[in-house]
């Protein structure tokens, strides 16, 4: 089991920035892949970014490409996304999650999830 709580979102004017955190316990972060998705309201959730143990590679969706990083410090079990030049499209609840097996750009690859931190842009 691995037990994840995310935290860093709320109200933030556009070309604003956000750092999201997901803090994680339970067994070994450092093996699993993580990423964060999102879901606007009255959508389907989206993938973002994912990572996998080290850092030694992440990959972005088309829409996030160049303005969020994601990172995270395996010693200290935790997750990081830095969202920069945010616009209204990027508002959502955001959700961290850890998977070992399948296709990293989607839900089906991820077996545990955070309850999510909600993000709003707006003037």
């Known amino acids: 089991q691995v037990q994840l709580v995310e935290s860093g979102g709320g109200l933030v004017h556009p070309g604003g920035s956000l750092r999201l955190s997901c803090a994680a316990s339970?067994?070994?972060?450092?093996?699993?892949?993580m990423a964060w998705f999102r879901q606007a309201p009255g959508q389907e959730r989206e993938f973002v970014a994912w990572?996998?143990?080290?850092?030694?590679?992440?990959f972005y969706a088309d829409s996030v490409k160049g303005r969020f990083t994601i990172s995270r410090d395996d010693a200290k079990n935790t997750l990081y996304l830095q969202m920069n030049s945010l616009n209204p499209e990027d508002t959502g609840v955001y959700y961290c999650?850890?998977?070992?097996?399948?296709?990293?750009?989607?839900?089906?690859?991820?077996?545990?999830w955070g309850q999510g931190t909600q993000v709003t842009v707006s003037s």
């Open positions: 339970g067994q070994t972060f450092i093996d699993y892949r």
């Open positions: 999650a850890a998977g070992l097996l399948g296709d990293g750009s989607t839900s089906r690859g991820y077996k545990y």
């Open positions: 990572i996998i143990r080290g850092g030694i590679g992440t």
